[in-house]
């Protein structure tokens, strides 16, 4: 079993529009919650850290549900410019669990 | 600006070749790892660092080596390229802690001919 699943999507979704991504981690004992952005042949680039009390940058929010082992990341009013991979990652003692990303595409 | 750099972008190599790819960063972060990333696979850790000459195996250490001789610098090795190992390879660094995130290098594309 994967320490970290996501959709891997695609999901295309018209400017605009509200779209949430998933993600499933399997450790309880994970420590800390991770969204990272990858644009294609691009490394991966931090897009926010995840809290239990959630949290919000801008046009994204982000949950963190302990209970049953899930993150999400909210995008609202999405831009051409947030075409990208979005990776959800995990820190269990200082190792990084990576899931396999969701690919997501606006459209105009 | 936090910088992790990496000694290629592309490299291109034989089988049987001994490879060398560098990594270096300049944030004076403790860990230090070296993934490779696949279609569909998402990133696979290959070994990481929290110490200078300190190494763990990630998950798929097997043709592969490490070096870390100084905390900046952390250096993977094949040992003997195959065409398996054409992949992108990714070196990142973070600093000890629940709040520490991975910042990572450009990547090296690498292929195995």
């Known amino acids: 079993r994967k320490e970290v699943e996501q959709d891997p999507g695609p999901f295309n979704v018209p400017e605009g529009a509200t779209v949430a991504f998933n993600c499933t981690y399997s450790n309880s004992a994970s420590q800390s919650f991770f969204w990272y952005r990858q644009d294609c042949r691009k490394e991966p680039k931090l897009l926010m850290s995840v809290y239990s009390s959630g949290n919000e940058d801008g046009r994204f929010t982000a949950q963190l549900n302990r209970a049953s082992q899930y993150i999400s990341l909210l995008i609202r009013d999405s831009k051409l410019s947030d075409s990208a991979t979005y990776l959800c990652?995990?820190?269990?003692?200082?190792?990084?669990?990576f899931g396999t990303g969701t690919s997501l595409t606006v459209i105009p | 600006d936090v910088k992790v750099t990496q000694s290629s972008r592309y490299l291109v190599k034989r089988t049987g070749e001994k490879v060398f790819l560098e990594c270096v960063q300049d944030m004076d972060h403790e860990n230090m790892f070296w993934y490779r990333q696949d279609p569909g696979l998402g990133l696979r850790l290959i070994y990481f660092?929290?110490?200078?000459?300190?190494?763990e195996k990630g998950d798929i250490p097997e043709g592969y080596s490490v070096s870390r001789e100084k905390k900046e610098r952390f250096s993977l090795i094949l040992e003997s390229a195959s065409t398996n190992q054409t992949s992108m390879y990714l070196c990142?660094?973070?600093?000890?802690?629940?709040?520490?995130?991975?910042?990572f290098g450009p990547g090296t594309r690498l292929t195995v001919l």
């Open positions: 990142a660094s973070s600093s000890l802690g629940l709040a520490g995130t991975q910042f």
């Open positions: 660092s929290y110490d200078v000459k300190m190494k």
């Open positions: 990652v995990v820190n269990e003692r200082n190792q990084f669990y």
